[in-house]
């Protein structure tokens, strides 16, 4: 079956089960922040195993539900949960989503994450704006470019939308939420980094790694949706004599704890869009 088939079947369904209502923003919730989805009212849930093509969520703390309803006064649409690649799925099932939110009519992609923290300044808890990336994942735009979406050679200087980075940054100050920003580094997984990794990717600029969201972000690019990006830091790099071990659970329970943070500001934000 052609993609792009796929990519309507999907919108079809999730469109009749939100009785047509647009919505304004599409959020992805990251590894152990599945906690924003609590918040939101008048839910719709569509679990993903009930999506055509939908893949399903086997990563620790993704719930795998698609979730409609209004948050901070706008009907919005959370997936709590996404797909990785390290799971196995190819970059079209990846990003699969984010296809189908465009469809749906989202006008912004809010995305979110646990990171490793991998500038020294940065502490386990931290919340960090994504203000650009890099990008050592394959690309998800590499084959036939689907010209309905965007263009071939899509532009990449401004990946994270500056007017949303400011608006986060006002409203954090306001509700007294201490923010880092910084450069998101996507690698495969499933591995942690070594030691030298960590210092690697330190040397060529990242302030945080981790193994998702830069695809999702990447294909909302090519349909020009607008971004914000969000990383939890849920663990420090650390250098090769430390007696340390990067743990998937730790990182989860890292995670929820800096959630509410992050919901009051993305709540708020939405409230102001
Ligand atoms: N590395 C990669 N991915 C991660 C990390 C990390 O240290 N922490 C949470 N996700």
Redo the contacts with the bound molecule.
């Keep these: 079956m052609e993609y792009i088939t796929k990519i309507n079947e999907a919108t079809a369904y999730i469109n009749e089960k939100l009785e047509g209502k647009r919505p304004l923003c599409g959020i992805i919730l990251g590894?152990g922040l599945g906690g924003l989805a609590d918040v939101i009212e008048n839910q719709t849930i569509i679990p993903y195993s009930s999506i055509p093509h939908f893949s399903q969520s086997t990563a620790l703390g993704h719930k795998g539900n698609l979730i409609g309803g209004f948050l901070g006064g706008k009907f919005i649409i959370a997936m709590q949960g996404r797909f990785h690649y390290y799971e196995g799925y190819g970059m079209d099932q990846v990003t699969l989503p984010v296809r189908v939110m465009k469809k749906l009519g989202i006008s912004y992609l809010f995305v979110s994450?646990?990171?490793?923290?991998?500038n020294r300044d940065f502490k386990v808890g931290d919340l960090m704006i994504i203000k650009d990336h890099i990008n050592l994942m394959p690309n998800p735009l590499m084959g036939k470019n689907m010209d309905e979406f965007g263009p071939r050679f899509p532009d990449m200087t401004r990946p994270y939308d500056l007017n949303l980075i400011k608006m986060a940054e006002l409203i954090a100050s306001k509700l007294g939420i201490t923010l880092k920003k910084g450069v998101y580094l996507a690698?495969t997984?499933p591995?942690?980094?070594t030691p030298a990794e960590?210092s690697f990717f330190g040397r060529i600029g990242a302030d945080?790694?981790?193994?998702?969201t830069v695809p999702e972000v990447i294909v909302a690019r090519h349909s020009n949706i607008p971004v914000f990006g969000m990383s939890v830091?849920?663990?420090?790099?650390h250098d090769f004599a430390e007696d340390f071990v990067?743990d998937?659970n730790d990182?989860i329970i890292a995670?929820n704890k800096a959630a509410e943070k992050m919901t009051r500001l993305i709540t708020t934000m939405m409230s102001e869009l």
């Design positions: 590894s994450n646990a990171a490793g923290g991998v690698g997984g591995t942690y980094e960590y945080a790694v981790g193994m998702s830091i849920t663990n420090e790099a990067n998937g990182v995670a």
